[in-house]
C-alpha cells in the first residue's frame, strides 16, 4: 500500500496538500515532502488557522514545518464568514471544507490532496462532497489506505509523535447540530477538555455542547477514576469556564458519560 501511495503521489507532480494537524494529513505532508525532495515535485502545506482549531494542532503543524524543511503557508479559510457553517446543519463540513479549499485553489493551481482514508468512506463525511466538487485528490483512498494503515506508515518513518497521535476533530464537531456555531463555545469546548484531560490524565474527553446540558464524555478508565469529590471539583470548575469565555452554562447541571465514537449528534440527512 505504502509504494502504491508513492506511485501516486509521483504522478500528481506539484500538490497542495490540506493539513489540519492530525495524522492522517500530517503524515501524507510527510510522505508527499520526501517523495517531492526525490522526484522534484514542488509540494506545499497549506494549514487553516481557525477557532475550530486547537492551538495546539497549528503548533504542531509549524513545528513539524520547520524539522521537515516544508513549505508552510497558515490561512484563514474564513469559514466564519459562512452563514451555513455557522448555522450548524447537519451537512455543516461540506461549508467547512468549501472555505478550505476554495481558499487554497485561490492561492494555487496545483492538484489539492486531504488526508481522508478508507475508514472514512464508510462514515457520513460530507466534507467529501466538498472536496469532490473541487477535484480534491485523496491519495490514501486511492492506494486502499485506512487509518491504522497511516499510523504504520507514520511510524515506518520514524514518525511516532505523529503516529500516536489521537483521533480529534475539529472543535465544532462538539456543538449538537443546529446550535450555532459561536468562538466562545469552541474557546470554552477546548478549555474545558483541556482541564478535564489534565485533571484525570484521561486518555479521551470530548466536551458536548448541547441544547439544555454539557455532557463531558470520558474514556472508560477515566470515566472509572471519577470520584464524588473530583466531579464535584471539575463541574464547578466547567461552570467557571462558562462565565470566563462568555458563555454561562444553561439549563441542567454539566455531567459526565462515557465516550461515544464521532459527534453523537445527527449524522445524516434524513
Same mark, same amino acid.
Given at each position: 500500500m505504502f509504494a502504491a501511495l508513492i506511485q501516486i503521489l509521483d504522478s500528481l507532480?506539484?500538490?497542495?496538500? !490540506? #493539513?489540519? @494537524?492530525?495524522?492522517?494529513?500530517?503524515?501524507?505532508?510527510?510522505?508527499?515532502?520526501? $517523495?517531492?525532495? /526525490?522526484?522534484?515535485?514542488?509540494?506545499r502545506m497549506l494549514h487553516a488557522s481557525?477557532?475550530?482549531?486547537?492551538?495546539?494542532?497549528?503548533?504542531?503543524?509549524?513545528?513539524?514545518? !520547520? #524539522?521537515? @524543511?516544508?513549505?508552510?503557508s497558515v490561512i484563514d479559510a474564513n469559514e466564519f464568514g459562512n $452563514?451555513?457553517? /455557522?448555522?450548524?446543519?447537519?451537512?455543516?463540513?461540506f461549508f467547512c471544507k468549501s472555505q478550505l479549499y476554495s481558499t487554497i485553489q485561490a492561492q494555487t493551481n496545483v492538484q489539492i490532496v486531504s488526508g481522508a482514508n478508507t475508514d472514512d468512506l464508510g462514515e457520513y463525511r460530507p466534507g467529501l462532497d466538498a472536496a469532490r466538487e473541487r477535484d480534491v485528490r485523496h491519495p490514501y483512498i486511492e492506494a486502499g489506505i485506512d487509518k491504522a494503515g497511516v499510523r504504520r506508515i507514520a511510524r515506518e518513518m520514524?514518525?511516532?509523535?505523529?503516529a500516536d497521535l489521537p483521533s480529534s476533530p475539529c472543535l465544532s464537531s462538539r456543538i449538537e447540530t443546529g446550535i450555532r456555531i459561536e468562538a466562545p463555545s469552541l474557546e470554552f469546548v477546548h478549555r474545558v477538555e483541556k482541564l478535564v484531560a489534565?485533571?484525570?490524565?484521561?486518555?479521551?474527553?470530548?466536551?458536548?455542547?448541547?441544547?439544555?446540558?454539557?455532557?463531558?464524555?470520558?474514556?472508560?478508565q477515566s470515566l472509572a477514576?471519577?470520584?464524588?469529590?473530583?466531579?464535584?471539583?471539575?463541574?464547578?470548575?466547567?461552570?467557571?469556564?462558562?462565565?470566563a469565555t462568555g458563555r454561562p452554562l444553561?439549563?441542567?447541571?454539566?455531567?459526565?458519560?462515557?465516550?461515544k465514537v464521532g459527534s453523537a449528534f445527527l449524522t445524516r440527512q434524513a
Open positions: 507532480g506539484d500538490i497542495a496538500v !490540506a #493539513v489540519s @494537524g492530525g495524522v492522517d494529513s500530517m503524515t501524507l505532508s510527510c510522505v508527499a515532502h520526501r $517523495a517531492g525532495k /526525490r522526484n522534484g515535485a514542488t509540494v481557525s477557532p475550530a482549531v486547537p492551538a495546539e494542532a497549528t503548533e504542531r503543524v509549524r513545528h513539524v514545518a !520547520a #524539522v521537515e @524543511g516544508w513549505s508552510l $452563514a451555513h457553517y /455557522r448555522e450548524n446543519p447537519v451537512n455543516r463540513c520514524g514518525l511516532e509523535s505523529i489534565a485533571a484525570l490524565t484521561a486518555a479521551t474527553v470530548r466536551c458536548r455542547v448541547r441544547a439544555l446540558s454539557v455532557v463531558i464524555e470520558l474514556d472508560d477514576a471519577l470520584t464524588p469529590s473530583i466531579t464535584a471539583h471539575l463541574i464547578a470548575a466547567i461552570k467557571a469556564e462558562g462565565e444553561m439549563g441542567s447541571p454539566p455531567y459526565f458519560a462515557p465516550y
